[in-house]
């Protein structure tokens, strides 16, 4: 089981966007690029899986309109589908894509890896989150 922010081949500690370490998002269904529950990132990661959000089935609909089906299972890669609810690290640009869409999922920021700022503007993302007081 991954400890928080212990990424799968970024930064040691992996930074969230508020600065602070990085947090898990998600292992049921297990997320991430390296499939460790952390939207950690690595140069590998093209897509940048950085933003940890909580999907709806508004943005599932909206992102199997765009390309990226990720509500039907996919067993032969371990893949369950995602249902409204589960948290899931998604590309940031997928994420910015929906934002202006007016389909963004909320955010968790204390899982989004500060590499999501590349981008998505912080102010964004906090008026999505999730978990700000």
């Not at 609909?61 to 765009?66: E, G, R, T």
């Not at 920021?109 to 500060?114: G, I, K, S």
């Amino acid at each position: 089981m991954p400890r928080d922010g212990d990424g799968g081949g970024g930064e040691r500690p992996a930074r969230n966007v508020l600065g602070g370490r990085l947090e898990a998002c998600s292992l049921e269904p297990t997320t991430g690029f390296f499939r460790n529950g952390c939207c950690d990132t690595a140069p590998q990661d093209v897509g940048s899986h950085t933003v940890c959000v909580v999907v709806t089935g508004e943005f599932l609909s909206f992102s199997k309109a765009h390309g990226n089906d990720l509500s039907t299972p996919m067993p032969q890669f371990g893949f369950p589908g995602l249902k409204p609810g589960n948290r899931w690290c998604l590309c940031a640009p997928r994420w910015q894509e929906a934002l202006l869409a007016g389909q963004a999922p909320h955010v968790v920021l204390r899982a989004t890896h500060e590499a999501a700022l590349a981008y998505c503007d912080l102010a964004d993302l906090k008026r999505l989150a999730v978990d700000l007081s």
